[in-house]
C-alpha cells in the first residue's frame, strides 16, 4: 500500500475513533494478535485450495525450517489465541481487532498487497440474534461515517449437513456443464464446488447464474436461523439483498453470510464481509464453540468517507508560538511546556529556526495552527503576550501571560 502521510493519516484516524466508539457501544473487547503466524493454522482454516492459500499468501520458511505466513486475514489468529487462552471456555465472548492484513495479488486502487481491516468477532452465542447484532453493529458504522452508498446482500450456506445434500447437486450440474468450467473451477468441481460460484470470470457468469440455489436444499435447522434473521432485519428497517450465489471467498462460513457493498469504488465493491463460523474453533482443537464475525477493509471504508471539518476531524487545537528576540526562543518553549503541562489536548508548536514576524507568521499559517501566540522582547519584559487568530479575520491582541490558559480555553470552546 502507499504510505500513509500525515494529511491522510487524519482522516484515518477520525474514522478509527468513530468506529471504536460504536464496537464499545456494543461491548466490543479489543485484542490484538501477530501477524505472524505458522503457514498450517491458515491451510486448515481458511482452505488449501481458495485463492488466498493457493496463490495469495506470503509465507517463507525460518531458521528452523518451519513454514511461517504473515496472516492474510484475522479470524484464525484470533481463535487460534483464543484456545491458547482458554477464552472460550464455557463463556461467550466479542472481540474486535485492527491492523495490516497481507495478500499477493496486482495492486490497484482499493485492493493493495498489505491492507488493513476491522475485525470483529463473536463467540459462543448460538442463535441469529448475534448474526443480526453483527449486521446492526455495521450498519450503524456506516451511520456514524455518513455513508449513505452501501448495500447489503446475504445468503444462508446451510449446516455441514444440508452443504453436503447441496455439494452432490452442485457436482451433477457443474459436471453435466464441464467443457464450460474454467481451469480453476475444473479443480474445484473436486475439492471445493461451491468456490465455482464465487468465480469473477466473466465468461462463466451464465452458467453460474443457472446453477442450483442453496436455499433450495437447506436443512430445517439452517432454514429457521435464516427465516429469523431476515425477519428481525426487516423489523429493525435493515434493508438487504438475497443472493443466492454469495458464498465468501474463505471455506469456514456456515449458515449465515452477508456483504456490504458499494457502487463508489469501481470493481472493489465490497466494504465489509462476513458470515457464521460454527465449526471453526472445534476445528482447530478448541471446544465446541460457535462464531461468528466480519472484517472491514479500511482502506476501502476511508474512501468512502468525506469529513467536511477539522471540527468534525477532532483534531488537537493547534497553537503556534512565534518568538523573535534574544532570549525569546527558551521562553517561548517554557511557555509551550506550561500550555502542555496544564491541557494535554492542545497541540503547540513552536519556531525553531529565527526570522522576522512576517516569516515566522506564514509558517504559523502553513502549519494549520488556529492560534498564534506571540512572544517579544518587549512583550517579556512587560509580562504580556500577543494573541491572534489565524483562521479568522481577527487582530492581534495583547493579553498578560498570566492569563494565557483562561485566553487559550476561551478561544477554542467559543
Not at 168 to 178: A, C, I, N, T
Request: glycine share 6%; aromatic share 8%; hydrophobic share 35%.
Amino acid at each position: 500500500m502507499p504510505a500513509l502521510l500525515p494529511e491522510e493519516l487524519v482522516k484515518w484516524q477520525f474514522v478509527e475513533s468513530k468506529v471504536k466508539r460504536v464496537l464499545q457501544a456494543y461491548a466490543f473487547q479489543e485484542i490484538r494478535t501477530p501477524i505472524v503466524e505458522r503457514t498450517e493454522l491458515f491451510q486448515r482454516t481458511i482452505g488449501q485450495d481458495t485463492d488466498v492459500v493457493a496463490k495469495e499468501m506470503y509465507s517463507f520458511n525460518d531458521r528452523k525450517n518451519q513454514s511461517l505466513s504473515l496472516r492474510p486475514e484475522a479470524t484464525a489468529g484470533v481463535i487460534r489465541a483464543g484456545i491458547e487462552h482458554g477464552l472460550f471456555y464455557n463463556q461467550t465472548q466479542k472481540l474486535w481487532s485492527m491492523g495490516p492484513m497481507y495478500r499477493y495479488e496486482r495492486p490497484q486502487k482499493g485492493r493493495y498487497r498489505q491492507f488493513h481491516q476491522i475485525n470483529m468477532e463473536a463467540f459462543g452465542y448460538q442463535g441469529p440474534q448475534i448474526d443480526l447484532e453483527m449486521i446492526l453493529m455495521t450498519s450503524r458504522i456506516w451511520k456514524a461515517l455518513k455513508v449513505n452508498a452501501i448495500e447489503l446482500e446475504i445468503n444462508s450456506l446451510g449446516t455441514s449437513t444440508s452443504r453436503q445434500a447441496y455439494r452432490k447437486v452442485l457436482v451433477e450440474y457443474f459436471s453435466d456443464h464441464k467443457s464450460d468450467l474454467d481451469e480453476d473451477s475444473t479443480k474445484r468441481l473436486v475439492s471445493n464446488p461451491m468456490r465455482i460460484l464465487d468465480s469473477k470470470n466473466p465468461e462463466m457468469g451464465n452458467l453460474i447464474s443457472n446453477a442450483p440455489n442453496i436455499t433450495d436444499y437447506l436443512d430445517t435447522e439452517s432454514e429457521d436461523h435464516f427465516a429469523t434473521l431476515t425477519n428481525s432485519l426487516e423489523q429493525h428497517n435493515i434493508s438487504f439483498q438475497l443472493n443466492p450465489r454469495l458464498v465468501r471467498g474463505l471455506d469456514y462460513y456456515t449458515k449465515t453470510v452477508f456483504e456490504w457493498t458499494t457502487d463508489q469504488l469501481g470493481s472493489q465493491a465490497t466494504v465489509c464481509g462476513g458470515g457464521r463460523y460454527d465449526d471453526l474453533v472445534k476445528q482447530l482443537g478448541g471446544q465446541d464453540v460457535c462464531g461468528v464475525g466480519c472484517a472491514i477493509g479500511f482502506e476501502r471504508l476511508t474512501e468512502l468517507v468525506e469529513v467536511l471539518s477539522k471540527k468534525e476531524q477532532n483534531m488537537q487545537p493547534k497553537i503556534y508560538i512565534v518568538a523573535v528576540g534574544d532570549d525569546t526562543e527558551l521562553h517561548a518553549s517554557l511557555l509551550a511546556e506550561k500550555i502542555r503541562d496544564t491541557n494535554e489536548e492542545y497541540a503547540v508548536e513552536i519556531n525553531m529556526d529565527g526570522g522576522s514576524f512576517k516569516q515566522q507568521f506564514r509558517k504559523a499559517d502553513k502549519s494549520g495552527s488556529e492560534l498564534a501566540i506571540v512572544i517579544g522582547e518587549e512583550e517579556i519584559q512587560q509580562g504580556n503576550l500577543g494573541f491572534k487568530p489565524l483562521m479568522i479575520d481577527q487582530e492581534q491582541t495583547t493579553i498578560k501571560e498570566e492569563n494565557l490558559m483562561q485566553e487559550i480555553n476561551r478561544f477554542f470552546t467559543e
